[in-house]
């Protein structure tokens, strides 16, 4: 790192961080009962920050399942994790909750920040949704039951200033390109469960990606194994640095199956070239947030794939 030039520095003392790695259900309360008791684990081992996959808190195995059990963020299912994050005096990341749609037929998918009085400091409605026909695997028809957000959030907390997203945002780097440059955030969450298949694929390699672009610390926390006959996640739940190192990870014998938490002593540094900041301050004036979303979208996963089939022959 002797080429660049710190540009940022940690906000307060350094905190440690637990990355929830799970294999959530169709049963709210056996995922509660995982969820608690991870997270008083975490809370012994002095952990401060707890994060939390996507769908921590129900994964059907039927269409729909997930629409009839959807609650309002007030609701008694996050109430519940309201108290156990004030009870346990840690903030929690939740990404992937199932929060009450606009309608009776829809959901959507909903990171949500809680700090360690038990407040919701935060929620971020997920954007890009997984609408995807993984070929030798399965049809993804996310917006069926989801309607899809339309607001980008970062929020402060003392381990930096949190930009919030969830699973298959992270194909679309302008997402993440305005929560560095026009939201500052330093920090970017990205609860996720990954099909084995594009995890396999492409998991660390996008991960990394978006931390070396933006400059930022990414945690990445994910689901892993089978949940049911129909779905199984990749798992790796994962930490790298503005640099793009993995700074922590499970070992490879517990990357892709095990349940529990990835610990990480966390100190916020950046380090960013003076010129890399310029050059992408002049692109973000060049575009106008309204239109981002239909600036440079990635190419369609399943061409992608069959690609990359192509490429193998």
Known sequence: MASASAVGAAAGAPARVGVVQMTSVGDVDANYATCSRLTKEAAASGVKFLCFPEVFSFIGSKDGESVKLAEPLDGPIMQRYCSLAKESGMWLSLGGFQEKGPDDSHQYNTHVLIDDSGKVRSSYR???????????????????????????????????????????????????????????????????????????????????????ETQCYVIAAAQAGKHNEKRESYGDSIIIDPWGTVVARLPEHRRYNWLGILYFMFVLVFFLPQHYVKQQIHWMHLIKETSWLQIGSPLDLQLQILICQKLRL
């Not at 997402?175 to 998991?203: D, M, N």
């Open 126 to 212: 997920k954007i890009h949704l997984f609408d995807v026909d993984v070929p030798g695997n399965m049809v993804y028809k996310e917006s069926r039951f989801t309607t899809a957000g339309d607001t980008i959030v970062a929020v402060d907390s003392p381990f930096g200033r949190l930009g919030l997203t969830v699973c298959y945002d992270l194909r679309f780097p302008e997402l993440y390109q305005i929560l560095r440059f026009k939201h500052q955030a330093q920090v970017l969450l990205v609860p996720s469960a990954f099909t084995k298949v594009t995890g396999e694929a492409h998991w660390e390699i996008l991960l990394r990606a978006r931390a070396i």
